[in-house]
């Protein structure tokens, strides 16, 4: 094994049991690693990082025959800023950012090519699908539903249980996808449906269970399936 | 280490590969632990309990600078009672109390200050908040969400995928947060929303996809979004 | 330990670190196995198989005493056929069978006695519940939850977050349970809500957010709450 491929270790970190560590793993100052944790070759972490137990970092995407879309090959490492908390049973991908002070629930997912802004929060069992960009100060609630090629920008609200979508034509193509954009400040109710390619205007709000079709304008309120301005 | 630090192991008990019991726990008789389980301090486990692979009990909460409601410190420890059966890649807090009888299924997760009554069923991938208060014989089936706050009396009925809330403001402060109240004998169909603070009556039904935004009478029906009384 | 409790390797096979696999295993060739899986006596792993960090696959069902039907005994063993490819957090049942270049998404999990046919995939966080039958080249995006006792055709397409019931009744007696029966080509929207026993035929479209109260017509589309055709 030459140099590169040995892991790189700070000051006082902490290991659990049966932890695998690949080669070439860069572990900053300060950080603590659970038991049972598999963090793949080439990740980069912060310091001051906790990771609970059973969770995999740096993973590489998958495929079969009936995939329209074949996830991209040679992605950049995942990279775990400072501060950063980590769940148990958390899967994230290679390809990830995580800015400093981000906290990743337990059993929540990141694809590839997504990046998370500081001292956001990415709930329990919440599930983050490739190509999303997520603000700083988002809050996405428990077992939130983000597809790919999604914005989310800054101090945006995401209630539990919320399912967005990309794809107009469910899966009958191979043309572009996008999520919906929410902008700065919105805020989401809980088990609302975003449609593909939709926008919610900054400060604007979508009541809990709501079915949002079309754009919903900056500091407007809609609720209702379809989702319709509040009266 | 002290007496008192000790690991204490009832009659039969069997534990699988690569498992971690840290210092302190309580172990009944006749209980099996499987493979690569995490056992956090503290944690007392009764009589004839099951634990399926994976599964990590007892963990302490996390938190970063967005997050407005701080995890309580010093918890007591988690307490399983006779005969739980808990599933695969199981996430239980400190702080909890599971009753006789009480089935956790695979991937599901309990935060602190939770109680769960005998013989009551948390479905697979469920999700439950903190200070929560859930009745004997309750069933919470698969991937429902259990805001925080929130209190389900005995017999309950909560089918697939439901969602509740808590925050009315979405965020927006650092006041009082109410989840849902569920009656005794109330059963919520698959998929509905219900809002921060509403109170479902004994023996209420909510139709599969309701949004339920204000209080259900006792043993009325309501469906549709907004809810309404069935014609 | 006699011939027929070992373990039966095929050619090039990799094994990840803390594997646990139980006698009576089968594995094919050039199959890769992640670090911390355990693999349940009698499992029939086929060639090309791929299986992430931290799966258990052949797992037994276990029951309470509120659970109204009692899980199945003697259950087959779980099969996996050929270029399969299982992620990470993975929970697969005995008596389940995986059709050849299935894809099963990470921390997925499929109870007993479910045959996923050719080529189909079982999206992440999906859970998929006992005695249902799903076709080839099905696609059920991530998070959506797919009750017992349905039938779901070839080609059919589920978006994300969707849910499905097969309990009318809501947990109040022992009588036959039916899940919604979705034919061919048939595609459903995100967070879309099926009550049980319903039909969607052939090349219909169930918009996103919508609930599926009766049965829908081939080639039509139904939207809203109640589910109604599209004007």
């Known amino acids: 094994m030459d140099q590169g491929q040995q892991i790189s270790y700070g000051k006082n970190v902490t290991t659990g049991l049966h932890v695998v560590i690949e080669p070439d793993v860069t572990i900053g100052d300060d950080v603590t690693i659970g ?3 598999v963090i793949k070759s080439g990740t980069q972490i912060g310091n001051g990082v906790q990771i609970g137990d059973l969770s995999v970092l740096g993973k590489g995407p998958a495929s079969n025959k009936k995939m329209a879309l074949k996830p991209a090959a040679d992605l950049p490492p995942l ?3 400072d501060d950063v908390k980590i769940g148990c049973g958390v899967v994230i991908y290679a390809g990830v950012a995580l800015e400093n002070d981000v906290l990743v629930g337990d ?10 802004g500081e001292s956001s929060i990415i709930g329990r069992n919440v599930i983050v699908e490739p190509k999303t960009t997520i603000g700083k100060r988002v809050t996405v609630q428990t077992s939130s539903y983000i597809t790919s090629d999604m914005i989310i920008e800054d101090d945006v609200f995401i209630g539990p249980c919320c399912s967005t979508a990309n794809d107009k034509y469910m899966g009958r193509g191979n043309y572009h996808h996008q999520g919906p954009i929410i902008k700065q400040r919105a805020r989401i109710g809980n088990n609302a449906t975003l449609l593909p390619g939709i926008t919610i205007g900054e400060e604007a709000i979508v ?4 079915v949002i079709t079309k754009d919903v304008p900056s500091g407007q309120t809609y609720v209702g399936n379809p989702g319709r301005p509040i009266k």
Do not use: D, F, K, P
């Open 35 to 37: 038991n049972h944790v």
């Open 79 to 81: 990279r775990i800023g």
């Open 107 to 116: 059993m929540a997912s990141i694809r590839e090519r997504v990046t998370v």
């Open 207 to 210: 009541g809990a269970g709501a």
